[in-house]
């Protein structure tokens, strides 16, 4: 998974992800939700880290479960989900509800675990012909991005440096973490310009993200593969 | 040679042009020198360099009348991408020059900026890198640079875009003594293979052996530059000027043979920090007492920012840290705000939406207007009282988190590079005051800085971090 294209992985995972938002199949969600376990094992995505992610989702996922297994159709519950092609059973409804939260993490994660940011902006700068401003400004917030939380610590210090306690969610803190953004992105935008960086023209990259067969299938089956399924 | 020329330029921020910044200002740079443009913080450095580099004003402010161009070219009709051939800008932030991860591929988006055909690139990236002497650092994620690292990494990417001029502004504010003199060599050598450097700082002793010519900017209405050929700079006219010449201290020593009572405020033990996966700190033992000024040398990235941080409880570690023999972490001492913090970065402590609530909000003594005035006039920020302090200048932003640290009631006050971008007027002017208001209130001050001068002139104690370990000099050693 690694190794292919990230436009056409992102098209392969996105299009699937539409298709699953209008059906409601349990099986369905469980089988894609395993092959994204198995291709993010493959892809020798660490187990720890895998784990980790997954905890909280199946936490949610069981949570899921249960709301859909005291909520079904015969429950009394104010739902009418007869539109929805569900069965009367309340555990089938609860795994429509629950798989949905473990297919949609699994489809994510696949495609955020695999997939370098700086060859996904490449290939949709080179394939989708993403504009060069915008694909260079979410790199240049994406990299800012880490120093965020940071910058959060940092503004909680410095009021209670003068006395002043916050909560850890407190709105005060947002205004100068807002007027930082500004100000770091005026700077940013500042020492790009400087280095030649100009929207409006053509640039010339070093690194050319290709396009094979093997990129073009994985759409081809993972659509096919749904719509075959479906209808 | 190349020439960098304003001609009756008239600028300003605003568009009525009612308080021009610039009044039909003309001077000519040519490559054949460096030239090191100086003067007291606030007094428009960097707006002048912005300016130069045609940073401005397509980025902010308004052109009224002139030009500023490069041989003939003018560099407002120029798009960023024909500029960057000509002008090269390192900036004072060193973290915010960046728009990739790491530095290879930092390198390859200037290069592809300006066209450059992409078989050439490896070469003219390696070269640059090998020139830079950081070749090792190709691969390295941006953010896990040192200060100095990551300003050589910028001069790498000047080297690789090849442009006729660069500009510095304040290149060094940042980076510590040896990286600093590693990096004017390096720009010594690009000016010795033709390149012209124009450089604003107001720190001259890396300069002073290197440049060819000195200018004094003044600012009073409008901006005044007055040029001297160094053959014309004497030490008793840099400070006439309010430079402090590099063989002059801040201030005299008092009598060292003062002994005072030795009474622990702040102890350290076994304090042990990760960032990461990297240890910064390794095992630190050490007890501050009251009443002592402390200063923290170390190179970038040795940890410096770090130990305040664990003290402020801004990174998790191992070990104890005991305020009046009182855990650090403890919410009672959390809450009482026992250890007053300047950040390194003033705008990391602005908490107010104007200079004089900065200096009144959470004070827990109440202090009228009449009390407040006299701070803020203290250090000349009086006439900006309504003004956001994110609109101040870098070194008025300094002094103000400086004294709003210092009108407020803490034990020990831990300053993170107080000096930083201040001119010498201003570097003892705080540093008085820091050590007149510890005295007065028997608080301990600790401080950060790269200059050793500063640190010999105003601690009792200096120390070291080398290597994750706190180490205490004594002063002649230094």
Known sequence: MNALNPV????????????????????????????????????????????????????????????????????????????????????WNGLTLSSRVLVYAGLGLLFALTTNKIDLIRSLQQQLHLPSIFAYGILAAWNIFPNLMEEYRKTRLAFRARGVYTSPVSPTLLKPMLVKAVLWSNALSIAMESKGFNGSVKRTEFYVIRVGWKDLLFPVVTIGGMVVFVF | MSKLAFQSVTFSFSESGKSNMIQDLSITFDSESITVITGPSGCGKSTFLNLAGGIYPQNAGVLHSGHISVNGQNLAELAPDQRAPMIGVMFQNPDLQFCMDTVENELLFCL??????????????????????????????????????????????????????????????????????????????????????????????????????????????????????????????????????????????????IVKPVNPILEIKNLTVFRGKQQILNTINYT?????????????????????????????????????????????????????????????????????EEITIGLHRTKSLSETEPILRGIGLWGYRNFSPYMLSQGQQRRLGVASLMAYDCQVLICDEPTYAQDWKNTTAIMDSLVEEMMERGMTLIFSTHDRKLANDYADVILTLKEGELIECSKPSL
């Not at chain 1, 539409?18 to 094992?41: D, G, R, Y």
């Not at chain 2, 994620?141 to 990417?157: F, N, R």
């Open chain 2, 288 to 356: 501050f007492e009251r009443s002592k000024v402390y200063a923290l040398l170390g190179t970038s990235g040795s940890g410096k920012s770090t130990l305040f941080g664990a003290i402020n409880r801004l990174y998790n570690y191992q070990g104890k840290i005991l305020l009046n023999g009182n855990d650090v972490k403890k919410r009672v001492i959390r809450k009482t705000g026992a250890i007053g913090f300047v950040t390194q970065n003033p705008q990391d402590q602005f908490v107010a939406s104007t200079v004089l």
């Open chain 1, 8 to 91: 056409c992985k992102l098209i392969g995972i996105f299009v699937p992800t539409l298709i699953l938002a209008a059906v409601h199949h349990p099986i369905l969600n469980i089988s894609v939700f395993v092959i994204c376990l198995l291709l993010l094992l493959m892809s020798r995505v660490r187990v720890k880290l895998l784990l980790l992610l997954f905890l909280p989702i199946i936490l949610a996922s069981i949570g899921m479960f249960f709301t859909g297994y005291h909520f079904q159709v015969e429950s009394g519950a104010p739902v009418n989900a007869d539109n929805w092609q569900m069965t009367g059973s309340a555990v």
């Open chain 2, 112 to 257: 592809g900026n300006v066209q450059t055909p992409p078989e050439k690139m490896p070469k003219i990236i390696q070269d640059a890198l090998e020139f830079c002497g950081i070749t090792h650092l190709k691969d390295r994620k941006l953010q896990s640079l040192s200060g100095g690292e990551k300003q050589k990494a910028m001069l790498a990417c000047l080297v690789a875009l090849d442009p006729e001029w660069l500009l510095l502004d304040e290149p060094f504010a940042n980076v510590d003594e040896d990286s600093s003199a590693e990096l004017v060599a390096k720009i010594e050598e690009l000016h010795q293979k033709g390149k012209g450097i124009l450089v604003v700082d107001h720190r001259l002793e890396y300069w002073l052996p290197v440049c060819d010519e000195i200018c004094f900017l003044e600012s009073n209405n409008d901006m005044n530059i007055t040029r001297y050929k160094m053959e014309a700079i004497s030490d008793e006219m840099l400070m006439e000027k309010g430079i402090l010449p590099p063989s002059i201290p801040y201030k005299q020593k008092g009598d060292e043979s």
